[in-house]
C-alpha cells in the first residue's frame, strides 16, 4: 500500500511563490509515475502537472506552463511542485497522485481515473 501526505500549502499573495511536497511511504515509490491536481470550490478536480518514474517526462497544464514545475527526488521518496508567480486562480485545494506504473500511456496523465493512490490535499490560497 502506497500512503501519499501533501505539505507546503498555505496562503501567498499574488505573484508569490510555493513549493508543494508529497511524501510517499511504500518501496515502490521510484517505479510510480506521480502527478499534482487541484481543486477549488464547487469546480471539479482537475489536472495540474504529471511526470514519470524518473522525471525525465514532465506534462503541464496549459495555464500553469512556464510557472509550475514538477520534480522528485526518488532517494528521498518525495514529489515536489514548485508554483512561481502565483495568481489568484491558482487557488485550491493540491493533490498528490500516484499510478501504478513508471509511464503514463498516451495522455492518460491527465484523467483522475488513471491514478491508483491520492493524498489528502493542501490548501492554497493565492489572494490579490
Known amino acids: 500500500q502506497v500512503q501519499l501526505v501533501e505539505s507546503g500549502g498555505g496562503l501567498v499573495q499574488a505573484g508569490d511563490s510555493l513549493r508543494l511536497s508529497c511524501a510517499t511511504s511504500?518501496?515502490?515509490?521510484?517505479?510510480?509515475?506521480m502527478g499534482w491536481f487541484r481543486q477549488a470550490p464547487g469546480k471539479e478536480r482537475e489536472f495540474v502537472a504529471a511526470?514519470?518514474?524518473?522525471?525525465?517526462?514532465?506534462y503541464y497544464e496549459d495555464s500553469v506552463k512556464g510557472r509550475f514545475t514538477i520534480s522528485r527526488d526518488n532517494t528521498k521518496n518525495t514529489m515536489f511542485l514548485q508554483m512561481n508567480s502565483l495568481k489568484p486562480e491558482d487557488t485550491a485545494v493540491y493533490y498528490c497522485?500516484?499510478?501504478?506504473?513508471?509511464?503514463?500511456?498516451?495522455?492518460?496523465?491527465?484523467?483522475?481515473?488513471?491514478?491508483?493512490?491520492w493524498g489528502q490535499g493542501t490548501q492554497v490560497t493565492v489572494s490579490s
Open positions: 497522485a500516484a499510478y501504478r506504473n513508471s509511464y503514463f500511456p498516451g495522455a492518460s496523465y491527465g484523467q483522475r481515473e488513471t491514478y491508483h493512490y
Open positions: 511504500g518501496r515502490t515509490f521510484n517505479t510510480y509515475a
Open positions: 511526470l514519470s518514474w524518473s522525471g525525465s517526462h514532465t
